[in-house]
């Protein structure tokens, strides 16, 4: 399975757009770039997918460049309640049960 | 539909002693994981199933077993608790296929003394 690397933590405010950056440089080409969001005492969360290019949803973008060694999730317009730890998995199509979680970034958002 | 339950919600148990985490989900889907996250650490896969009656090991297996006589349930069991044990469980459950969308229970916050 890929390894993914993304910041620790970051901050933000109120009303701001969020980019955090995820590299995967070892992403095969069957696989599927995931984010979740996890708030403190619940479980992860699913945000958006994506294979290449952008998706949006009314949540949030992901960003992937046509190598694939990277994506960008982007959070439009943060609320406080956006602080939470967001992790970026890369999935193997059909490999259900076997996400493999990295460290995250915990997102402090600021009023 | 009560998507991904679990219990109970917290356990306290003594070195040596064993108990069952339970699981269950209500979305009739193939996948089910059990995770454990230790504080300030991202999750880490213990057992999964892709069906009734299939089951195998992930990243950290030792001291879990699991099986899966049924789509609905998957219970978690801990042999012989320990203290390197004490974590919070999530379950999750997914359809599989390209979208593959992971559904996560409440958690199981256990403490080994």
């Known amino acids: 399975l890929a390894k993914t690397t993304q910041p620790i933590s970051m901050d933000s405010y109120e009303g701001q757009e969020v980019n955090i950056t995820c590299s995967h440089n070892?992403?095969?080409?069957?696989?599927?770039i995931t984010w979740y969001q996890q708030f403190p005492s619940q479980g992860p969360r699913f945000i958006i997918q994506?294979?290449?290019t952008k998706v949006t949803n009314e949540v949030a973008s992901l960003f992937i460049p046509a190598d694939r060694k990277s994506s960008t999730l982007s959070l439009p317009r943060v609320s406080l309640s956006d602080t939470a730890v967001y992790y970026c998995?890369?999935?193997?199509?059909?490999?259900?049960?076997?996400?493999?979680f990295g460290q995250g970034t915990e997102l402090s958002v600021k009023p | 539909n009560a998507g991904v339950t679990q219990t109970p919600k917290f356990q306290v148990l003594k070195t040596g002693q064993s108990m069952t985490l339970q699981c269950a989900q209500d979305?009739?889907?193939?996948?089910m994981s059990w995770y454990r996250q230790d504080p300030g650490m991202g999750l880490r896969l213990i057992h999964y199933?892709?069906?009734?009656?299939?089951?195998d090991q992930g990243e950290v297996p030792n001291g879990y077993n699991v099986s899966r006589s049924t789509t609905e349930d998957f219970p978690l069991r801990l042999l012989s608790a320990a203290p390197s044990q004490t974590s919070v469980y999530f379950c999750?459950?997914?359809?599989?296929?390209?979208?593959?969308?992971?559904?996560f229970g409440p958690g199981t916050r256990l403490t080994v003394l």
């Open positions: 999750a459950s997914s359809s599989g296929g390209r979208e593959d969308t992971q559904y």
């Open positions: 070892n992403i095969a080409t069957n696989d599927y």
């Open positions: 994506g294979y290449k």
């Open positions: 998995l890369v999935v193997i199509y059909n490999q259900g049960g076997k996400l493999i």
């Open positions: 979305m009739n889907h193939e996948y």
């Open positions: 199933s892709v069906g009734a009656g299939i089951t």
